[in-house]
Nanobody, 123 residues
């Protein structure tokens, strides 16, 4: 059974940092891209960042570029999202997902999804 499980969310003040982790299990993701998405109340799910399982080709949304860093740990089968300089507008449920396509910004192309972790940034 394929599982993606997010952890690391929480409440943080503006300007602070959080590190999210996506633990994968149930299959080999070596040919996949893993992405992070977020969804705020009343808004559509949006792309945040993605990376190849090997750790190459990181891609970021303009809104997080320079503040967030995505990385892989193949030994632990995790994909992490380091979030610095957080803003109140970063508040959302964050999801990780796995995709075999090289088009990484489109939610419909992702095959596996986690349940999400809440990130709340207070002003």
């Amino acid at each position: 059974q394929v599982q993606l499980v997010e952890s690391g969310g929480g409440l943080v003040q503006a300007g602070g940092s959080l590190r999210l982790s996506c633990a994968t299990s149930g299959r080999t993701f070596s040919s996949y891209r893993v992405g992070w998405f977020r969804q705020a109340p009343g808004k559509e799910r949006e792309f945040v960042a993605a990376i190849s399982w090997s750790g190459g080709n990181p891609v970021y949304a303009d809104s997080v570029k320079g503040r967030f860093t995505i990385s892989t740990d193949n030994a632990k089968n995790t994909v992490d999202l380091q979030m610095n300089s957080l803003k109140p507008e970063d508040t959302a449920v964050y999801y990780c997902a796995a995709n075999r396509d090289w088009v990484v910004r489109r939610t419909s192309l992702y095959e596996y999804w986690g349940q999400g972790t809440q990130v709340t940034v207070s002003s």
